[in-house]
């Protein structure tokens, strides 16, 4: 396939579920695609296993001097590019009262505050006509207990993106996000969850999404590449990728 041929990519949090679904993706349809992350080994495998397509990259989101070194990373290894996916995030569950000031500013430095810097940092290098998305979830739209500041972040994340899609206009670069319901990746998206806990949560996102099962990480990189390569008339917007959930119903059981 030779769908994405000539086409250059970045993907923030690449290694692993959601992120390096896209990466695969993009990668197999031709394009070069430059992937981040925090653990060596990992990022080297991404390049092994697809040798001349995939650059990696170490960069710690939550670190503005390792962002900084990134926009040279990008500049001296892909040029210009065309899609940039920021797909990090943390989400810490705990009720109201058990949250602390620690996962608070981790969950906004990562989610928020990393994602902002990141596009800051790397917009200058797109090319004119690109697009630039961010990784949502339900929780920046729904009330969901336990999820208070993790929603906060998503919620930000998301009018952070409308503002980025109207001051980008005039380079023709376009800025959505794609909100994620259930999705079977190696964490289920909890960071403080035991193996146990993300088993039972893949059991109640498959009873509770309207469509009776959670998403494959195919499925996203194949949502998430639409709106970069091809929504080319679509921008400012956050698609549902929920299996129905955003419709406010149950699975039939």
Known sequence: ???????????????SGMGYAI???LAKGGATVLLTGRNQATL???EAAHQGRVIGVAS????I???KQLQSDVQQKL??????FINTGVCELDTFEAVTEESYDRQFSVNTKGAFFTVQQLAPLMNEGGAIV????????????????YSATKAALVSMMKVLAAELLPRNIRANAISVGY??????GIDNFSAEEKQAFREEGNKFTPMGRIATVEEFATGAVFLAHDATFVTGVNLPFDGGMSLGVFAQQ
Do not use: C, H, Q
Not at 1 to 15: C, H, Q
Not at 134 to 148: E, I, Q, W
């Open 134 to 149: 961010f990784t949502s979830s339900v929780a920046d739209t729904m009330a969901m207990p336990t999820g208070l500041v």
């Open 65 to 67: 001097e390792e962002i």
């Open 1 to 15: 396939m030779d769908t994405y041929t000539n086409k250059k990519a970045v993907v923030i949090g690449g290694t």
């Open 79 to 84: 040029g210009g590019f065309d899609y940039l």
């Open 44 to 46: 080297r495998e991404a």
């Open 183 to 188: 999705a079977n990746t190696p964490s289920m």
């Open 60 to 63: 710690d989101i939550t670190k």
């Open 23 to 25: 990466v695969e993706k």
